[in-house]
Nanobody, 128 residues
Framework: QLQLVESGGGLVQAGGSLRLSCAAS????????IGWFRQVPGKEPQGVSC????????NYVDAVKGRFTISRDNAKNTVYLQMNSLKPEDTGIYYC?????????????????????WGRGTQVTVSS
């Protein structure tokens, strides 16, 4: 099992930037695909982005494409989500999740059921 801890959340003004980190431990991080998800009150988490374990394939949902960038540093067992040009609708609890089965490609990999190991989340609030 992969243990994941998110950090970097906070309050930011619309148009600003924030970088989230997902620190992993407990298993072979290099072999895991990692996804970022956002949850708002009363709804299930929605996919935001993912990055593969193999060749760094990435995927973004349309709502964040061009504004968010996912990356990973395997030497640090960490995945990052750089969020630029933030909007109030980006507000929510951000979770990272991992799966050893390869699911993240340029065509997909941001479905919650595709991931097995989840962090506890970090709150992101974007003020207008």
């Amino acid at each position: 099992q992969l243990q994941l801890v998110e950090s970097g959340g906070g309050l930011v003004q619309a148009g600003g930037s924030l970088r989230l980190s997902c620190a992993a431990s407990g298993s072979t991080f290099d072999y895991y695909d990692i996804g970022w998800f956002r949850q708002v009150p009363g709804k299930e988490p929605q996919g935001v982005s993912c990055i593969s374990s193999s060749y760094g394939d990435t995927n973004y949902v349309d709502a964040v494409k061009g504004r968010f960038t996912i990356s990973r540093d395997n030497a640090k067992n960490t995945v990052y989500l750089q969020m630029n040009s933030l909007k109030p609708e980006d507000t929510g609890i951000y979770y990272c999740a991992g799966v050893i089965y390869p699911v993240c490609t340029a065509a997909g990999g941001t479905k919650i059921d595709e991931y097995a190991d989840w962090g506890r989340g970090t709150q992101v609030t974007v003020s207008s």
